[in-house]
């Protein structure tokens, strides 16, 4: 392994400094312990561990038990970035603070920095790189998004030289695990989110995934990139999947869909001409025949289309300690190489400086699921609310529901709704759902409060998106 | 457009020599043209063309008709090469000479290379880094392989950190619509050849892609950068596809497999416990559920499996002017701001200098198409021939033959065939298709061979291999 490679590159000693040794520092310390002569014949010095900041020193240490020196462990982050002997920091504790101050203070010292921390670059990247480009050093964050997959190199290099519209992905695997669990199995959100905590793919306070932030952080950085404009999380409209019920899945299952947390990140034109960014994160309804449709669990994957490269996937494993260190060994070696031949220059690029679109400006597919009462004509009245706001149907699809609660379809329909038909055949009333024409956000929405003030509607009980199919 | 990036961006020019104005040369041209400010702005000087090589002075220009000023062509390519203002060359003729040449002199005189030539790069990498390295110049090539897939850039600097296992893809378009066609359609190979030679998937003499040389070149490239060792196309063992046979691909179908031309680079441990790299290119069986059997048409997908990321996979367009003109346009700005930023060092990575494995060291699951008598007790010596060489069988298929060649399936059974079981109920001879357990290329050979010498044995019709399953 690797025996054959040049002896002067091991002579020179490239110093690195690890903050955190959770799961993804873990792998790090074992892959720079493990494979630290390949990584020498790569990078052309030794990549050497000097010091590993921890929260507490007596913690169990996973597979770093008998790897990592325990005379490397310190709690004082502050003084292992400051060393003389470290050159490069890897930045894994995550979270704003204190991770934003010990990269600043890295970069002004005049390291290069290789960082996972999404929730820090889709807030403060201009600030970083602004530090980092004075002291000419390098600052990746590959492993912030997509986890093992490469996006953030192809996105910012490979496409450099065409022009991105669109940028779509499931990038948490925690939503997928439970959206791709409901689709499979029927059963409730609730259900799904226990047996993922159970199993380890959902955290006992599971917020940040559910709630979509950790897509949006991860959306804001591949939008910035992707755009050449500064996007942050704030930019980016959020919905999550909580309120996402087995009837939704169900029925969108049974008009040839899926329903997956999408991060959607595109350059449109507003009515001005001008173009603008969208960014945004929220369930949607995707066709079953869409390559994101299979990708299932903890998986992950990034469709980009650009004008000249047309439809790009990029699919893999999206968390975990060891794929997620694969991603931040590659900017270490990064980061090593360019200290080595003394070119190491960070730059962002937001040359751009696109507007955000509001999300009211957007137009999208929708899939609109109404509880009504069970009488004549109440399909063509709120059809009519629908035309009224220019909103135009494309589909829809009836349901008696019994008493119990259960779900009867009774028929769906690719035609206009128009004519005349209420939903038969149950006691327990009745539901339509409606697949729209292409909408604006806010046309959708007005046509939606008046809906839910119809004298026979019950509840307009989901509204969700429907992407990747043309009207 | 791009039209609030730094104003001093625009006052550096670089230079650029186009060699070529194809099919993908014109759309670099056109690139170049309309993309200017947005390129500029991106690499912080204008990329300025400043001439282009081509043949013939009055062909017609397609694309680049009215975009490009006839002033610029030029019929002599060294001149240009040569000139003091052309900082980067983009080399596009293909094949190797007088691309050879024309990229070592632009080498040798300080300019920065890109290049799209499999051909040329899949033979000589190490000729040409070892100028480009001597010059300290850039020498990119990601759009010889796989179009506008991102491959090389993810294979050389994502995965530096890891430990490359597998390199496999779908990396040839031709052959790819062909196979598809035939396995959509359940035509002939020579049928599907014609059509795909109309539709200008396949050009008039198509023995290179075909005959799998195209992928090879593009393996040899792979393989080179993700073992860190020298591979070049001579190293590929090269299985063309003009033998499959509809019967084959029916065959496949009805045993949940798809036909595809696969380019396999594999790390692999010999006997000797030491490692080798395993390089080829040859149509194989693949199961329906694989990423790679649902690449359909004109695209390409290449999946890397490494030690940490898992397993990786990169789809688009592998072909066509625009596509392959994306990623050469994201190789020239990459290398335009190492020009910018006086940073550019070629580098390559052959440290590892691993063997190549022969392909009779090589373990594989393989598909055999026999034509026996229809007479009993066939299929049991057939089977003892393979079991006398410890070739192992997992899976029989056993069908009549009738007089008018028609295929008419009699059964497929998933175990072991050592059983008495004779083809049945056809006149017009029987076929067994034996899919084996793992087994090496070497015994494999000599139990064909030996098969072949059966008095029942009335031919062996196909040997293809099975690859991503297990036994």
């Known amino acids: 392994m690797g025996n054959k490679h040049d002896e002067n590159s091991e002579k020179r000693e490239i110093g690195v400094g690890l903050l955190g040794l959770g799961t993804v520092g873990s792998e790090v310390a074992r892959v720079l312990v493990e494979d630290a002569e390949e990584l020498a014949a790569r990078v052309g010095a030794k990549l050497v561990l000097r010091g590993v900041a921890v929260r507490k020193l007596d913690a169990p240490r996973g597979v770093c038990e008998h790897l990592v020196d ?99 992905g499931i990038v948490n695997g925690t939503t997928n695990f439970i959206l791709s669990a409901m689709d499979s199995k029927g059963d409730d959100y609730d259900k799904v989110l226990r047996e993922a905590q159970e199993l380890g793919y959902a955290e006992a306070d599971p917020t940040a995934d559910v709630g979509g932030h950790d897509a949006a952080a991860k959306t804001a950085i591949m939008a910035s990139i992707a755009f050449h404009t500064r996007v942050t999380a704030d930019d980016v409209h959020v919905e999550g999947i909580t309120d996402i019920a087995a009837a939704d899945v169900e029925s969108a299952k ?75 060994a590659g900017d270490l070696v990064a980061a090593a190489r360019n200290l080595v031949l003394g070119r190491a220059v960070a730059s962002e690029s937001t040359y751009a400086k696109l507007p955000i679109a509001p999300i009211s400006d957007v137009a999208a597919r929708y899939f609109v699921r109404i509880r009504v009462d069970d009488r004549p004509g109440v399909l063509a009245s709120v059809a009519a609310v629908f035309a009224k706001r220019d909103v135009s149907i494309a589909t829809v699809l009836q349901k008696g529901l019994p008493r119990d609660g259960g779900h009867d379809a009774s028929g769906g329909s690719d035609a206009s709704a128009q004519s005349e038909s209420a939903a038969d055949g149950a006691s327990g009333g009745a539901e339509i759902i409606i697949i729209t024409h292409s909408a604006l956000g806010g046309a959708l929405s007005e046509t939606v409060r008046e809906v839910e003030g119809h004298p026979a509607v019950v509840e307009v009980e989901s509204v969700l998106r429907l992407e990747f199919e043309n009207d």
Do not use: C, W
């Open 254 to 328: 049974q008009l040839g869909y899926t329903i997956k947390l999408l991060s959607m990140s595109e350059r449109v034109t507003g009515g001005d001409g001008h173009e603008r960014v969208s960014a945004r994160v929220y369930p949607a309804l995707v066709p079953r025949s869409h390559p994101l449709a299979s990708v299932n669990g903890a998986y992950n994957a990034v469709v980009v289309e650009a004008v000249n490269a047309g439809r790009l996937m990029f699919y893999g494993q999206g968390a975990g300690g060891a794929p997620t260190a694969s991603s931040v």
């Open 70 to 168: 325990p005379a490397l462990l310190t709690t004082d982050a502050a003084e292992l970035v400051a060393r003389d002997d470290v050159d490069v920091v890897v930045e894994l504790i995550g979270g704003i603070n204190p991770a934003k101050d010990l990269i600043r203070q890295a970069l002004r010292a005049g390291k290069s920095v290789v960082s996972a921390n999404k929730a820090l670059f889709a807030a403060h990247s201009a600030k970083l790189f602004e530090a980092a480009q004075k002291a000419k050093v390098d600052l990746f964050f590959e492993a912030a998004v997509a986890g093992a997959i490469p996006v953030i190199r192809p996105l910012r290099q490979s496409l450099a030289g065409d022009r991105i519209t669109t940028v779509a």
